[in-house]
């Protein structure tokens, strides 16, 4: 469980507009949440529901001619400023050295044309001054810690030249190059092999837990989060719909978007249909009045798409869902049988 | 939806952004390009083409007691040359050897050329390698030296001009097919055509064909332009229209020597060159924009 | 494992092609109309002066004997003799080589200086002033004929303003500089059209890419991003654009030496195929075409160098 100190990072009621030739799409429409000191929290829900925007927003690396936001960002180590009003200097300094990003793709996430050794290097280099030799040991370490083995050729080879498991243990490692206190991974399994997707999450654990610091881990795969997160925030159509502690949202979901997504995961020795979602996920320009989850949600009323959403407290602390009829939503079958959390 | 505040910070955000994404949409209009450049090639073909109705002067005309009268002069909208010939016409009668080229010329390339490249990208093998090599040799030489000894060989007249660019222009058409053929030959939609069992000829000319003729032809208007500049080149440098022929290069070529005292007989022309260069160009340019929208 | 592993393969499908260069440019001589004794004797032609040319220049020897004498020649590193010029093939064609050669780098360095900042700051700030400006500024620029363009900046820089020189090549380095600024200015612009465009289009490309945002992650300076990352990558593309285009541009020296009659082997080609002076078009039309077959292979040696993932490629 979480430290009962300060938060690390609080984002308050951030929105991220993005102007497009089809018109406004609203990708963060309204996300409050917080980060604890050497938490996991894990970020999940339905591609183009706005996870990776938000990451990307808190970190900056959104186009900024076409990106509107407003709310705030507070990095609480820095002060109680809003870093989203910070300047690219300023934010230069915090990047990598305390706010950290891995990519979904490690295919393309790495310069094609620069040796591994070069781009690991520079992120070394970014944030301390050392000599040639003290940057090429410090990323030697950095990249046996990763898990790569003999790391001083490696260094030399070129990205075409790695496996994508071993790719994303090099940009691992590039983004832990400066010590940074919170990570963002962005579905850093999504492109991997299944055996090299359980290596990778060990891994990101493993380091999480020796330096302390905190994650944020994306993903549209449930059962991903479930392994490694402290707490969880379910997102849908740019807002957050639940939020809680892994244990409390997995066995009691208060959302039905949650529950639907639990009931969606296959089980092992399944056969037959596999439960999903019927509809489309909604389009984030002009989004509907009222609840976003409504078209597709089996306990929806008239009432509730007029129903001006917000988070409401379920049972338990933070425990929250954005549905009024939030103890309508059943206990999960899944979950009914490891119900000793 | 029922508002607490009537500009909550969402609300502002969202009408900032939607200023903004309203000028994107604006920008979206790119068909103005296209209309434009249709509109200005519009223009030139009807004042080349119809030339006998609006200018009364023969461009052929000999007026030995008006040399060099300069432009805006009354009869002699744009002046005349060293033989006292009215420039405006001309210039106009001049425009039917270069337009003549520009579509002649470009159009039998552009298909000659597409039907190789789609032949090499599809069959592959020997067929692919022979084909490409053909092509590298002809890359291998300056093209222009290449339609020089060309014309050398046959004789310099309008005729072989346009031969010379049909044996030589092709090969550009026929990489660019070739390598749109190969790539495409791999994509899904080929795939499908063919596990459904349709002929090869039918797959290359109902699938493979209209979905990469968007680059063959957006390249043909850059041709366009080169192979009217390349029609004036030669003109330039005697070996294409000969005289009393009025042709935009040749007229450059005469009005060389009198460039110090009678600068229109050189200029004007190359105006002429230019203001059709620019609507191939921005017709090029539209279709860019129509057939493959996002990629600016 | 070489970058270059493909080597071996390329340097023979070059051997081959010179062999066609040589083929095709032997015969497509031998087929230009026109007697060279008549071209050569002019008024001063009679029957046995005529044939006793011929029998010099081995005219009147089956033709595949003609080729193979050719070859042999070539080999033995001479171009056949110049009866205009009263010297060597040879040594006539590398008396014109300076001014060309100097010309298109000059013309290659301008193109790059003037396209690759331009090209770059376009695709950067997209639809800003600078790639407004410049996409009008080329969209006329291209449709203008290169020999027009040069008389046009002849009349407004050599003659009006006399900052420029007519003609010539002039003496010295300096002077080769100065006297060439015009010619190859014009020559670099046409060039140019195509290499800002395609920067700008891989510059747009670059920007997008994934590894973009790693580099900006790591906490580096926005500077060094676009240098090390985005630039690096973005003049990828334009590389093989350069390439191909030099080839374009030395058949572009051709108009641009008549118009500011700077003695290169653009005046000799042309001077010569009306002279009727076949070992010398044969000369300068094979020396063309070893130039480009040269420059091609060097833009794919740069690319290699640049680009460790171009090494890997299997055939082409």
Redesign the interface.
Known sequence: MSAAAEPLLTVR?L?S????????V?AV??VSFTVGQAEVLGVVGESGCGKTVTC?TI?G?MPTR?T????AVIYHPRGDGNILDLR??EL??????QL??I???PM???????SIGD?LI??VT??ARLSRSEAHDRAAALLTRVGIPAPDRRMRD?P?QFSGGMLQRA?IA??L??APRLLLADEPTTSLDVIIQDQILSLLLELQRDTGMSMILVSHDLAVITQVCDRIIVMYGGQVVEEGDTATIITAPRHPYTRALLGALPQAGQRGKLNSIPGAPPSLINPL??CRFAPRCPLATDECTSW?TELVETDGAGHRARCWRHHEVGRSKVWQASDSA | MSQTWATSPSEILLKVAERAAGRTRRTARRRLVLISGLTMLGIAIIAIVGAPLLVRASPTALDVLHPLVPPLSPGHLLGTDQYGRDNLSRILYGGRIDLAIAFGATSVTLVFGTVVGLVAGYFGGWIDNLLMRIVDLFFAFPFLVLIIAIIAMLGPSIFNMFVAIWITSWVSYARIMRAQTVVAKKQQYVLAARALGYGRLRVMLRHILPNTASAVIIFSMVDAIGNIILAASLGFLGLGAQPPTPEWGTMISDGQNYILSSWWIATLPGLAIVFVGVAFSLIGDGLADVLRPGDR | MSRFGNLPRRLVHLVVLLFGITLVTFFLLRLIPGDPALAILGSSYTHARATAIDISLGLNKPIWTQYGLFMDRLFHGSLGYSFFYNSPATTVILQHVPPTLFLVVYSAVLAAVISLPLGFISGLRRGGIVDQSTRVFFTISFAMPAFWLGIILLLVFSVHIQAFPISGFGSGFIGHLYYLFLPALTIALGFSTVLVRSLRASTIATMQAEFVDTARMKGISRARVLRRHVFRNAVLAVVAVYGVNLAYLISGTVLVENVFSLPGLGQLLVNSVSDRDYPVVQGVALLFAVLIVAINLLTDITQASLDPRVGQEIGE
């Open positions: 009621d929105r507009y993005l102007a497009t030739g089809q018109g406004v609203r429409d309204g990307r970190m690396l076409t509107y936001r407003s709310g690219e200097g230069q300094s915090l990047r990598g050295a950290a990003m990519f979904q793709d393309t996430a790495l310069n094609p044309v620069r781009q520079e992120a970014a944030h070129y075409f940009l590039i983004a190059a400066s009045t009222g001006e």
